[in-house]
C-alpha cells in the first residue's frame, strides 16, 4: 500500500461566532461524503467487515467457546479440525482457536495503541519543529535522523529480556518509539507551509499561544494525512510484534500473541499443517484488512489520490448509463 501525503487541506476547525451554523453544516457535509467515498470503495468495505469479524472472534467468541487458552485436553493430542476442537490441537492438547483468539487480542491491542501513540508522537514532534523553527528544529531533527539510523529490531530484541515479567505495555512503548519518524518528517514539511497562511498568522496576532495554535490549527488541517498514517501504523506494528514475539523477544510464556502460536506450529506444519495455517492465516486478514481501510480512507479523504481517480472515471459512467436507461 503505497503512502501518498495528501494535498494541503483548509483548516478542519475554523473558529465560528456564536450562531454560526453554516460551519458546522459544511463539517457535517463534508464527514457525509467522506463516509460515502469509503461506502462505495468495496475493498474498504470488505475489509471493514473483515476486521469487524476479527475483532468478534479474538473478544466475543471466547464466551462462547468451551475451551479456554490455558486448558488442557489430554485426550486430544495434535488432533485435526473437530466440532470439539475448531482450529484442531498441538502436541499438548491446547485448543487452537482459543488459543489463536487469544493472540488476536495480544495482536490487536498492541498494533492499535502503538499506531495511537506513534501518530500522536509524530504529529507533536513533527509540527513543533516545523512551527518553532531554530534551534527546536535542528534538535528534533537530530534526534529523528538518530532514530532513523538505529537498528530498531535489534534494539528491541537487546532490551526485551531486561522488561520480561514486567507489562506488555513496555513492549509498545518500544516498538512506538522507533516507529514514529517519518511520520513526523512529513508532518514538519506540511508545517512549515502551513504556518504562513493567514488563519494561523491571525491566530499569532491575536495572542494565541503556540501549542494552541498547533493542535487547534495547524494539525487539524492535516488530519486526513493522519488518520491514514495511523491506519498503516496499526498494521505495520501487529507485524512487528508478531515478528519479535515468533523470534522469542516479544510477548513471554504463559501469554500468547500470533508470534509466539505461529513459532510454536512452524515445525509441525508439514506433518500438521493446521498448526501453522490458521494462525498464520488469521494474521493475513488482519493485515489485509487494516490495508483495505487505510486505501479506503485515502481515496475517501483524498479526492486527489490514484485510487480515488482511477474509480471516478468507473462510477461516472456507471451514473450515465443508469440516467440513460432511466430516460
Not at 488469521?282 to 485510487?307: E, H, K, Q, T, Y
Amino acid at each position: 500500500m503505497a503512502v501518498q501525503t495528501p494535498s494541503v487541506q483548509p483548516p478542519a476547525h475554523v473558529p465560528a461566532a456564536p450562531g454560526d451554523q453554516p460551519a458546522k453544516r459544511r463539517a457535517n457535509s463534508r464527514l457525509r461524503l467522506t463516509a460515502v467515498r469509503f461506502a462505495r470503495n468495496r475493498m474498504a468495505l470488505f475489509g471493514l467487515v473483515m476486521l469487524v469479524l476479527l475483532f468478534l472472534m479474538a473478544y466475543v467468541s471466547p464466551l462462547f467457546y468451551k475451551w479456554d487458552y490455558t486448558e488442557l485436553d489430554f485426550t486430544a493430542f495434535q488432533k485435526p479440525p473437530s466440532a470439539a476442537h475448531w482450529f484442531g490441537t498441538d502436541q499438548t492438547g491446547s485448543d487452537l482457536f482459543a488459543l489463536t483468539a487469544r493472540g488476536m487480542q495480544k495482536s490487536l491491542v498492541i498494533g492499535i495503541l502503538t499506531g495511537l501513540i506513534c501518530t500522536f508522537v509524530a504529529a507533536a514532534v513533527g509540527a513543533s519543529a516545523g512551527y518553532f523553527g531554530g534551534w527546536t528544529d535542528r534538535s528534533l531533527m537530530w534526534v529523528v535522523d538518530l532514530l532513523l539510523v538505529m537498528p530498531s529490531f535489534l534494539i528491541i530484541a537487546v532490551l526485551s529480556p531486561l522488561f520480561q515479567g514486567t507489562t506488555w505495555l513496555v513492549f509498545v512503548v518500544l516498538l512506538a518509539a522507533f516507529s514514529w519518524m517519518i511520520t513526523g518528517r512529513v508532518v514538519r514539511s506540511m508545517t512549515l507551509t502551513l504556518k504562513d497562511r493567514e488563519f494561523v498568522k491571525a491566530a499569532k496576532y491575536m495572542g494565541v499561544p503556540a501549542p494552541v495554535i498547533i493542535f487547534r490549527h495547524i494539525l487539524p488541517s492535516m488530519a486526513s494525512m493522519l488518520i491514514i498514517d495511523g491506519t498503516i501504523q496499526v498494521g505495520a506494528a501487529i507485524i512487528g510484534e508478531t515478528s519479535l514475539s515468533y523470534f522469542g523477544f516479544g510477548v513471554q510464556s504463559p501469554d500468547v500473541s500470533l508470534g509466539t502460536v505461529i513459532a510454536t506450529g512452524t515445525p509441525a506444519a508439514p506433518s500438521f499443517p493446521w498448526l501453522f495455517y490458521f494462525p498464520a492465516g488469521c494474521l493475513v486478514l488482519i493485515c489485509l484488512s487494516i490495508a483495505f481501510i487505510g486505501d479506503g480512507l485515502r481515496d475517501a479523504l483524498d479526492p486527489n489520490s490514484s485510487g480515488a481517480k482511477a474509480r471516478a472515471p468507473r462510477t461516472t459512467k456507471k451514473s450515465t448509463s443508469t440516467e440513460g436507461r432511466t430516460s
